[in-house]
């Protein structure tokens, strides 16, 4: 009776972690790659972030799990991951990581730009960056996602556009 | 009438301007400031400005090619960090594999062939949750919502190490195939007869 219950529990929380999979793995992981600079580190927590989604859904298969929630797991994730990164990088025989650092593919001007001003930017301002003008959430939204307000989000994101244009001046030669 | 706003106050209009949350009011506001503010005027620019330059990160999200596979990329990460279940909840089949070993008669060595957990962390390297059931020897590896099924059989020699792998019924699909062949003998690879001594 009690196994038969879990197993049940299990497949409504396979099939609805599947179902968010399918609907947000490519957008969800795109944008933890801007956070992190790097493909394989952004699959990686990508995969943590859908792993916990399934743990909370076979805990509790009703309940309800938003693209915010994933949201905002994946930025806490990119998050501590940077600074668990920063921290390697202090230490002198850590080579590896800078040259794995912040690479991706897409060639164009604005990508290209717009990732060269993210690995200069505090991994706050990133944040609010990509979660509003990338993603798409307010600046209320993103700052529910952050834990701040949305003056600071706003403010965030002006530092950010800062660095993004002197990218882009550096960018044309200027 | 124009509110006067210092540098700070001008960065948050500048951050609402960028985000398209900035009213009349509020772009006036700004508008004042950097008339009389050099300094933002130069470091921030106009509201043309911040447009042109906000408008870069939608750019490179609309140019993002970039099409990730959570499902294949997870055949790779489990060969590094092999874990329980998550692969279940992520790729597209559901594959039953009922697996029979074929053994030489000694029955020192049957043991080790049991369904065990050596092999299910193997199987769960190729993706899959593995739900024993040790009795049947047969096991369902639970890969999302289509049923596809293999059989296949183990060779071993007399020291309980695989020798070869055939499958006795296809799943439909030959790397599919070759990775439940792999991981069972990547799994009995794994647990010499000899611990059961």
């Known amino acids: 009776m009690e196994a038969c219950h879990r197993s049940d529990a299990t497949t409504v929380a396979q099939a609805r972690t599947e179902a968010l999979v399918v609907e947000y793995q490519t957008k969800l992981a795109r944008y933890v790659r801007r956070m992190v600079g790097d493909a394989e580190v952004a699959l990686d927590l990508t995969q943590d972030v859908f ?11 009703n309940r309800e799990l938003t693209a915010g929630w994933l949201y905002r797991a994946a930025t806490n994730a990119a998050i501590s991951f940077i600074r668990r990164r920063k921290i390697l990088r202090v230490l002198p025989l850590d080579r590896e990581i800078d040259r794995s650092t912040w690479r991706v593919d897409e060639r164009s001007a604005s990508s290209v730009d717009l990732q060269a001003a993210l690995a200069r930017l505090p991994v706050e301002q990133s944040a609010a960056l990509l ?13 529910a996602m952050l834990g701040t307000t949305s003056d600071a989000v706003r ?20 | 009438m124009i509110v006067c706003t210092d540098c700070s106050q001008a960065q948050l209009l500048a ?26 005027l130069l470091d921030l620019g106009g509201e043309r400005e911040i447009e042109r330059v ?13 099409e990730p596979d959570l499902r294949t990329a997870l055949v790779r990460r489990r060969r590094i960090r092999v874990g329980w279940a998550v692969s279940a909840v992520l790729a597209a089949v559901v594959l039953v594999v009922s697996l029979r070993v074929t053994e030489r008669p000694n029955p020192a060595v049957s043991p080790a062939h049991a369904i ?27 890969v999302g919502a289509t049923t596809v099924s293999a059989s296949f059989e183990m060779s071993v020699d007399a020291r309980g190490i695989p020798v070869r792998c055939a499958i006795t ?19 009995h690879y794994a647990q010499p007869s000899t611990r059961n001594h």
């Open chain 2, 54 to 66: 906000i408008a870069v990160v939608a750019r490179a999200r609309d140019q993002e090619r970039w």
């Open chain 2, 15 to 40: 951050g609402a301007i960028a985000l398209g949350e900035a009213g009349d009011a509020e772009r006036d506001a700004y508008r004042a400031h950097v008339a009389g503010c050099g300094r933002c």
């Open chain 1, 155 to 174: 403010q965030r994101v002006c530092r950010a556009m800062r660095v993004l244009r002197s990218v882009m001046k550096e960018g044309m030669g200027e």
């Open chain 1, 131 to 143: 979660l509003t003008s990338y993603v798409g959430y307010s600046s209320s939204e993103a700052a």
């Open chain 1, 51 to 61: 792993m916990s989604a399934y743990r909370m859904l076979q805990a509790d298969p």
């Open chain 2, 116 to 142: 065990t957990a050596q092999e299910a962390r193997a199987l769960a390297a190729l993706d899959t949750q593995t739900v024993s059931r040790p009795q049947g020897r047969a096991e369902s590896l639970v």
């Open chain 2, 169 to 187: 019924k296809s799943s439909g699909d030959r790397s599919l195939d070759q990775s439940v062949c792999n991981a069972a003998m990547r799994s």
